[in-house]
DNA sequence: GCACTTCTTGAGTGTTCGTTCAAGCTTGAT
DNA sequence: ATCAAGCTTGAACGAACACTCAAGAAGTGC
């Protein structure tokens, strides 16, 4: 057996950022094999295909984003807080100078047309992010009240991640976000 | 000179399509070959690249978009009213079967990372439609609260372009948006 | 009917794509 | 020292890619 064996969690890492910033048909396996730096031959006894690939990318990024949102909801002193410090953090982010959206939306975008199992994972994650706003806000509103709010959180998310690219000032963008999304508590995030 | 000239509105039209549903990577010229029965020696002196064909496309697009977003507003009996019902149009769309989102949404998370023309102009375009919300909403509104309103906008519709594939219930999407932009007259459009 | 112009044609260009696999190498066990 | 196991290697594969161009076809002016 060889002894150094190549880091899968830091090779899902790379591929991730190649595929969130290049997109599935726009990263080739040649940048696959520059970013990793392995060699065709492993990255395809690893991971079966460049599809497998970036089956494994979706997956690190969904779970590494309801990590996130849970740990931030879950520090907050409120659901509602953690909601705001969580829409604020993607307005900041759309602001940096590589911003390239969320990977699961661009991944939906991309993929639609295909129909494919990659499309189908993309939903469930994002449904899935969905169901845990829904959840959270179930703990404080009537079930059918949370489900409507957790649709209006996505859509100004969805929202959010597009509009980043016009590259128009933070301040406008946050006071859009606020309008709509009035029933949060902004004034605790100050 | 030969009699018969191809059609370059029909073959623009059939481009738009394929590029809509495909993206710029998906759709080959294999496929614009097919889809426009034109050979490549035509496409190619007609519109110079693939490029050049996308460029069209886009063109054709987002000037249509604009023509029936100010068709819409204006035989409204208000702003507000025709803004509620383009809303409404959209999350009709959204739940068709072969629904593939906005062109230009779709173009911006796809070229984003390119960073050449092409993301240029949808950025262009996108912001000229935002733009005409603002002119129309200036008309009734102070111009900061026009400003924010239209970003509200810009939000919601960008929004919808992604929500609608996840597939959810017209009714909550409709819920959603009502919630997210209470300032419009939804009671005139029933 | 004969050049001339102009558009159409589609086989063919070189390149890059995703993918494969036989050979090589590094280890632990014998 | 030798072996077997299995990961690593990278040259090579056919297919598909965007694109080209010499030859053909159809109309116009004479």
Redesign the pocket.
Known sequence: ??????DREQVIRDVTRLFWQQG??G???????KAT??????????F??????YQAALEHYARQSQATLCQTLEQATSIGEGICRQLLRMVEESGKVDYCSCFLVKSQLELAASGGDLQHSVSTYLTEIESLYADYLGGIYPPGQARQYAASLMLHIFGIRVYGYLGHERDLIVAAVKAGLSWLPWADCD
Chains 1, 2 share one sequence.
Not at 27 to 33: D, E, G, K, L, R
């Open positions: 057996m060889t002894r150094i064996q190549f599935f048909g990263a080739s396996m040649q940048m696959v094999v730096g392995l060699k065709p031959g492993s990255l395809y006894l690893a079966g295909s460049k599809e497998g690939l």
